[in-house]
């Protein structure tokens, strides 16, 4: 069963605009993560977010966690075409945290 | 290797037909996964190996399919007598204990 559920479903922005797209969870998590997705390939993790976290940065990439509002948001800045690609959330929860739950991810589109 | 290998790419197969997907980790992680991601989802967790144990076959839809890993490297999912609701991209992931999964490109099968 998938435990995340990414908004929006899709999101089409201009190149060097910033994207955001947001997580709900169901559970307490021990932690959340994000990954990208191009077509037809596998997944790449891009960051980790512990549930003692309120918020980190890489490179472009800001996360931020809400554990009182079960979500997360992921804001893209200044966006280019390479980062055209499906964008998942991922939980961990519990004893089993190495079981990911995802969601049905968010579509971003770039348009030069 | 650099990353996880996964083999084939694609496959092809006709209903009721066995089929076998091959998963190369990264040399040295422990952990091993293997998901299953229908069209337009996010993946679902099937199993999950520490060395060669498997720790968590929860995920399996029915005992058709079967994963083994048997010397704490090469993983293979192995699927009997087809159907078409096996048509998905199966993907293999490692990690170390440090956290965030190192996903393989996947295996996509369609039955038909």
């Known amino acids: 069963s998938q435990q995340g559920e990414e908004d929006p479903q899709a999101l089409s922005i201009q190149e060097g605009e910033n994207a955001t797209m947001n997580c709900s969870y169901k559970?307490?998590?021990?932690?959340l993560q994000w990954y990208r997705q191009n077509s037809g390939r596998g997944l790449v993790h891009l960051i980790l977010i512990r549930s003692n976290e309120r918020e980190k940065h890489s490179g472009r990439l800001r996360v931020t966690l809400d554990t009182s509002k079960k979500s997360s948001s992921l804001l893209i800045t200044a966006s280019r075409a390479a980062d055209t690609a499906s964008y998942f959330c991922?939980?961990?929860?519990?004893?089993?945290?190495?079981?990911?739950?995802f969601g049905a991810g968010t579509t971003v589109t770039v348009r030069a | 290797g650099a990353g996880v290998s996964q083999s084939p790419r694609y496959k092809v197969a006709k209903r009721g037909q066995d089929v076998a997907l091959r998963c190369d980790p990264i040399s040295g992680h422990v952990s091993l996964f293997w998901y299953q991601q229908a069209l337009g989802q996010g993946p679902e967790f099937l199993t999950y190996?520490?060395?060669?144990?498997?720790?968590?076959k929860s995920g399996l839809p029915s005992d058709r399919f079967f994963a083994e890993r048997p010397e704490g490297s090469v993983s293979t999912l192995k699927i009997q007598r087809t159907q078409q609701e096996d048509s998905a991209v199966y993907l293999c992931a490692s990690s170390t204990p440090l956290g965030g999964y190192t996903f393989g490109s996947g295996t996509r099968l369609t039955v038909v």
């Open positions: 991922a939980t961990a929860h519990g004893s089993n945290d190495y079981k990911l739950s």
């Open positions: 559970t307490s998590i021990n932690n």
């Open positions: 190996f520490q060395n060669e144990a498997q720790l968590d």
